[in-house]
């Protein structure tokens, strides 16, 4: 069974950078090919919205929307995963999930942590 859970702060001042970090148990981000390792968020009022992914590989996947303010990266050392997004404003306010991806589905997500953007 694998398991994921999100940290990072809850709160992050407008211009700054969004840094959360998506915990892995129950299986290596580095291995299984057709695993993409993924960023999720969902807007107060709004649907879900996928943010990227990184491959066992390494390979980084972007949403064309988001793709100039967000890298992803790995560690893999600590079978972690993190996201980051650069000059946040009121509107990313989201709970923010990470989750597995196979055959294009979720197969597994994190509990979700609510990121608030507020000076």
């Known amino acids: 069974q694998v398991q994921l859970q999100e940290s990072g702060p809850g709160l992050v001042k407008p211009s700054q950078t969004l840094s959360l970090t998506c915990t892995v148990s129950?299986?290596?981000?580095?291995?299984?090919?057709?695993?993409?390792w993924s960023w999720i968020r969902q807007p107060p009022g709004k649907g879900l919205e996928w943010m990227g992914a990184i491959a066992y590989s390494g390979s980084t996947y972007y949403s064309p929307s988001l793709k100039s303010r967000t890298s992803i990266s790995r560690d893999t050392s600590k079978n972690q995963f993190t996201l980051q997004l650069s000059s946040v404003t009121p509107e990313d306010t989201a709970v923010y999930y990470c989750a597995m991806f196979r055959a294009g589905m979720p197969d597994y997500w994190g509990q979700g942590t609510q990121v608030t953007v507020s000076s």
């Open positions: 129950g299986g290596s981000i580095t291995t299984n090919y057709d695993y993409y």
